[in-house]
């Protein structure tokens, strides 16, 4: 009856999986994506150039070899847009090459270009020549179509001096100052590799704080680092306009501050690119911010069409797509499929690294669960007097009751990897006993997890035989 048994819109990492798990149980599977697109925008603007670009950054200002060789240590002194970019578009290529591959061996049919719904069943993909279009049927749809930065209406992007975060990776020039909105997880990546640049950095930032999910130690020893790198941070500030000036821009905030850079990067949350899917020819909406609501299976108000990514919502993590992806997939046709672990990792890729999983002390204390902390210093270990990161840290949060791990924050060099010995611990119901017991690799950074589990472990027993020995008079 249909020319597909599913039809993906979108290549990014959700519409990726999505595709490849319907090949794999045999079904007729098609994808539709703008020819320049491919990979979506994890990795044409997003997750995979600026990981990318923040490697460039920390390799050529020879950022994480200062506490051995010193504070004015440089591997190149005059860093050049250029020299930043070369590597960031090498990876792009690379990724855009093996997702084209892998899409070719399971037999996915690419149709290049812009999708858009004609009927619940029906989609026309029109190319970018005028006139080229191709129009299919398609019995399930799976839509993972991303997001793209918002663009509010009172700031005028010429994306030169004022730009949003697609736009960085376009820069002509490494700016001597910038004023960067919005303190969110991009806006805070950015302004860190921008600091670590040389660059002088303003955040501003309507919220009284930064990254209020995470661990309120961990977020005040990253802007302890930032402000040592000259970074100021606005909190509680607005911004009125921004006017692009002779020799710059000038920010002026509602509280009347008027802030001279040389660029402003606007990062003040993000949009579903659903505008150009006629949604309501098959019978769908989107929210004011463009997103797609979906019950657990990823399944829209019309049975057949599902989402995935970035356009249904939180998380909105690369990773995370993934799986939805492969879910969507599953349920759509039929397939028995355990759901996510809700225990994720978050990873936030500043400089220094922040990567956490699990509960944190806040939500501990609000929900009553009685804890205990164990914590450890990169300081303290010889691999991290090697890697010269004598500020990092690993904090275990414990339970009193059982001594199963509640939670786990990292702040510092490998944060985003370490973060999974906790959670594979904490996902198979383990006790810091493990850690404690268990033997790591020497030197390493994992260690950290054998010494903060000493730690907590001292204090719970200290704890014990507090409650349990003679009563003093």
Same mark, same amino acid.
């Given at each position: 009856?249909?020319?597909?048994?599913?039809?993906?819109?979108?290549?990014?990492?959700?519409?990726?999986?999505?595709?490849?798990?319907?090949?794999?149980?045999?079904?007729?599977?098609?994808?539709? @994506?703008?020819?320049?697109?491919?990979?979506?925008?994890?990795?044409?603007?997003?997750?995979?150039?600026?990981?990318?670009?923040?490697?460039a950054v920390l390799h050529l200002t020879g950022f994480a070899q200062r506490d051995i060789y010193g504070a004015s240590y440089r591997?190149? %002194?005059?860093?050049?847009?250029?020299?930043?970019?070369?590597?960031?578009?090498?990876?792009?290529?690379?990724?855009?090459?093996?997702?084209?591959?892998?899409?070719?061996?399971? +037999?996915?049919?690419?149709?290049?270009?812009?999708?858009?719904?004609?009927?619940?069943?029906?989609?026309?993909?029109?190319?970018?020549?005028?006139?080229?279009?191709?129009?299919?049927?398609?019995e399930k749809f799976v839509i993972a179509t991303g997001t793209k930065p918002a663009r509010p209406a009172e700031v005028e992007f010429?994306?030169?001096?004022?730009?949003? %975060?697609?736009?960085?990776?376009?820069?002509?020039?490494?700016?001597?100052?910038?004023?960067?909105?919005? $303190?969110? !997880?991009?806006?805070?990546?950015?302004?860190?590799?921008?600091?670590? &640049?040389?660059?002088? !950095?303003?955040? !501003?930032?309507?919220?009284?704080?930064?990254?209020?999910?995470?661990?309120?130690?961990v977020v005040e020893s990253l802007k302890f680092h930032l402000r040592d790198r000259a970074v100021t941070f606005r909190f509680g500030?607005?911004?009125?306009? !921004?006017?692009?000036?002779?020799?710059?821009?000038?920010?002026? &905030? $509602?509280?009347?501050?008027?802030?001279?850079?040389?660029?402003?990067?606007? =990062?003040?949350?993000?949009?579903?690119?659903?505008?150009?899917? +006629?949604?309501?020819?098959?019978?769908?909406?989107?929210?004011?911010?463009?997103?797609?609501?979906?019950?657990?299976?990823?399944?829209?108000?019309?049975?057949?069409?599902?989402?995935?990514?970035?356009?249904?919502?939180?998380?909105? &993590?690369?990773?995370?797509?993934?799986?939805?992806?492969?879910?969507? $997939?599953?349920?759509?046709?039929?397939?028995?499929?355990?759901?996510?672990?809700?225990?994720?990792?978050?990873?936030?890729?500043?400089?220094?690294?922040?990567?956490?999983?699990?509960?944190?002390?806040? @939500?501990?204390? @609000? =929900?009553?669960?009685?804890?205990?902390?164990?914590?450890?210093?990169?300081?303290?270990?010889?691999?991290?007097?090697?890697?010269?990161?004598?500020?990092?840290?690993?904090?275990?949060?414990? %339970?009193?009751?059982? *001594?199963?791990?509640?939670?786990? +924050?990292?702040?510092?060099?490998?944060?985003?990897?370490?973060?999974?010995?906790?959670?594979?611990?904490?996902?198979?119901?383990?006790?810091?006993?493990?850690?404690?017991?268990?033997?790591?690799?020497?030197?390493?950074? %994992?260690?950290?997890?054998?010494? $903060?589990?000493?730690?907590?472990?001292?204090?719970? *027993?200290?704890?014990?035989?507090?409650? =349990?020995?003679?009563?003093?008079?």
């Amino acid at each position: 009856m249909y020319d597909y048994d599913l039809l993906v819109i979108g290549s990014g990492p959700g519409g990726q999986k999505a595709a490849i798990a319907a090949a794999k149980l045999g079904k007729r599977v098609c994808m539709a @994506e703008r020819r320049n697109m491919i990979g979506g925008v994890c990795v044409n603007t997003g997750t995979i150039p600026s990981k990318t670009l923040r490697e460039a950054v920390l390799h050529l200002t020879g950022f994480a070899q200062r506490d051995i060789y010193g504070a004015s240590y440089r591997v190149k %002194s005059e860093i050049t847009i250029a020299d930043l970019l070369a590597h960031t578009e090498h990876v792009v290529g690379r990724e855009v090459e093996v997702i084209r591959s892998q899409l070719l061996r399971n +037999h996915v049919d690419l149709l290049g270009g812009t999708a858009r719904f004609e009927d619940p069943q029906t989609v026309t993909v029109a190319g970018e020549v005028r006139g080229d279009h191709t129009t299919v049927t398609a019995e399930k749809f799976v839509i993972a179509t991303g997001t793209k930065p918002a663009r509010p209406a009172e700031v005028e992007f010429d994306d030169d001096h004022v730009l949003d %975060s697609d736009g960085v990776l376009r820069m002509k020039r490494v700016p001597g100052s910038m004023v960067v909105v919005g $303190a969110g !997880v991009i806006g805070i990546e950015y302004a860190s590799m921008f600091a670590a &640049l040389g660059t002088r !950095v303003t955040v !501003v930032e309507k919220r009284p704080q930064m990254l209020e999910f995470c661990d309120p130690e961990v977020v005040e020893s990253l802007k302890f680092h930032l402000r040592d790198r000259a970074v100021t941070f606005r909190f509680g500030e607005e911004v009125a306009k !921004v006017e692009i000036a002779p020799n710059g821009t000038i920010t002026s &905030l $509602a509280s009347g501050k008027r802030i001279a850079a040389d660029m402003v990067m606007y =990062s003040a949350g993000r949009q579903g690119v659903t505008e150009e899917l +006629h949604l309501e020819k098959a019978g769908l909406g989107a929210d004011r911010r463009g997103r797609i609501a979906v019950d657990g299976q990823y399944r829209t108000v019309v049975p057949h069409i599902f989402a995935v990514g970035d356009v249904i919502g939180f998380p909105a &993590l690369a990773a995370t797509s993934m799986g939805q992806g492969r879910l969507a $997939a599953y349920h759509a046709f039929g397939e028995p499929a355990r759901e996510l672990q809700e225990l994720q990792p978050i990873g936030i890729y500043t400089v220094p690294e922040i990567s956490y999983c699990g509960k944190t002390e806040a @939500e501990l204390t @609000e =929900s009553a669960v009685p804890y205990e902390v164990g914590m450890s210093r990169y300081r303290e270990l010889a691999r991290g007097a090697i890697v010269g990161d004598s500020y990092g840290m690993l904090k275990l949060l414990v %339970s009193n009751e059982d *001594r199963t791990l509640l939670g786990v +924050h990292v702040f510092g060099t490998n944060a985003t990897d370490l973060v999974h010995i906790g959670q594979a611990i904490m996902g198979c119901g383990g006790t810091v006993d493990y850690l404690v017991d268990t033997v790591f690799n020497y030197p390493t950074l %994992s260690e950290a997890y054998k010494v $903060a589990a000493l730690d907590v472990t001292n204090k719970i *027993r200290a704890l014990d035989a507090f409650a =349990s020995g003679p009563r003093s008079c």
